[in-house]
């Protein structure tokens, strides 16, 4: 049976108590405190009457996406290597929820998506909770999705395209983003054939249920998402090694972007050549507006400023250089990933040539970002390191 909400006061009935079709209830209302439980409970609102009164729903079974097993097919591989898209995100929240409106699919006669739904989301994207990633073609909006971020995980909501696998390459940008801030999973709700071949697969609503018995609301990663997101190693051994890290990552926040993940701190020995003090490093995600170009430059003012003096075969540049000369240093910053994207430049390559043969730059990363995929390899950083030749010991600092 279906239950009717009481209008002033938020809370809803089990989800296990929804019709076979999901179907749980109907009523209340549609502002921030009634979506924000909804999700956290594993229910969405799906249509609305005429005065704006929502339909709940928790369907059983649900798609679930987990960042690792997402399958990018060779065409997509190549579409999103080909730079004929370019993925924003967050700057057009609105006019991507209004395409989704607008897309005709079949065995509907009209959209859930009303305007009542619209300004509800428009609230919760103003609030830093819901979120769109879209794709624009020779500056145009031609495709992308939409949906809300919550904890750990992401319940994508909608998504349209008027070019073709538009909105595949902002779904695939959107699964890259899940990744680098360590989300556990992605909540697509409904079972498709299409979802299916990403790598989504039905989980029964229990199962479901009990992924969320691991929320916890202070991992929600809350305001406006940047268009960009670099993860990054920060290392060194000379000086006062913790309080270096610390002033890199301050000064990485004031000129390059936020920094939304961190590692815990890491000791290893020198690798390649033998020293007085042991390194310290740490992994960041970092989320900015800027291009790797412009955040590598920023990284090395940075590391001058910090007593950083490069010579120019330092290995410590992603760069195309064979020379290795490995030294002492008081700040090193390296970047490792850049979104998903596969930089080639005589200063630049991404992700770093070398991450796969350090123990000490996966074991960070797989703390953080255990599911991110090597846009080469194809492996996640935790297979990298579950098959790194390279046995040097990694010590948990603090």
């Not at 399958?71 to 991507?96: M, N, P």
């Not at 000379?238 to 270096?244: D, H, I, K, Y």
């Not at 003090?277 to 955040?295: G, P, R």
């Amino acid at each position: 049976m279906a239950y009717l909400l009481d209008d002033e006061q938020v809370g809803f009935p089990d989800p296990r108590l929804s019709e076979e079709d999901g179907f749980l209830a109907v009523g209340g209302g549609m502002g921030p405190e009634w979506l924000l439980n909804a999700y956290y409970m594993g229910i969405f609102p799906w249509y609305d009457d005429d005065e704006g009164s929502p339909y709940w729903y928790s369907l059983d079974p649900r798609m679930v996406l987990l960042p690792g097993e997402f399958r990018c097919s060779k065409s997509l591989t190549r579409l999103l290597r080909s730079g004929g898209f370019e993925v924003r995100i967050d700057t057009c929240f609105r006019q991507v929820m209004e395409a989704c409106a607008s897309v005709q699919r079949p065995g509907q006669d009209d959209t859930w998506i009303s305007r009542h739904f619209i300004d509800a989301y428009c609230e919760l994207h103003r609030l830093g909770f819901a979120h769109s990633f879209e794709t624009f073609q020779d500056g145009r909006l031609v495709g992308g999705l939409y949906g809300v971020s919550l904890c750990d995980y992401f319940s994508g909501e909608s998504m349209f395209h008027i070019v073709r696998d538009a909105s595949k390459v902002a779904f695939a940008r959107m699964v890259n983003f899940a990744s680098m801030h360590g989300f556990r999973f992605i909540d697509a709700q409904q079972p498709t054939r299409h979802l299916e071949s990403l790598g989504a697969r039905k989980m029964p609503r229990e199962e479901f249920l009990a992924l969320l018995e691991h929320n916890n609301i202070d991992k929600t990663y809350r305001g406006r998402w940047k268009n960009n997101s670099v993860v990054m190693l920060i290392g060194g051994n000379q000086g006062e090694r913790v309080a270096l890290l610390m002033q890199a990552i301050a000064l990485i926040a004031q000129r390059i972007g936020t920094v939304s993940v961190v590692s815990s701190i890491y000791e290893t020995a020198p690798w390649g050549f033998e020293a007085e003090q042991d390194f310290l490093n740490q992994a960041l995600v970092v989320d900015t507006d800027l291009d790797a170009q412009t955040v590598l430059d920023i990284a090395l003012e940075i590391e001058k400023e910090l007593g950083r003096v490069r010579s120019e075969s330092s290995d410590s540049q992603n760069s195309k250089s064979n020379i290795r000369n490995y030294t002492s240093r008081p700040i090193d910053i390296d970047l490792i990933f850049f979104n998903n994207d596969i930089v080639e430049t005589p200063s630049l390559q991404l992700p770093h040539p070398r991450m796969h043969l350090r123990r000490f730059v996966l074991q960070p990363l797989a703390q953080i970002v255990p599911d991110l995929k090597h846009p080469k390899f194809g492996k996640t950083v935790r297979q990298l390191l579950e098959e790194c030749i390279d046995d040097g010991e990694v010590k948990e600092y603090f």
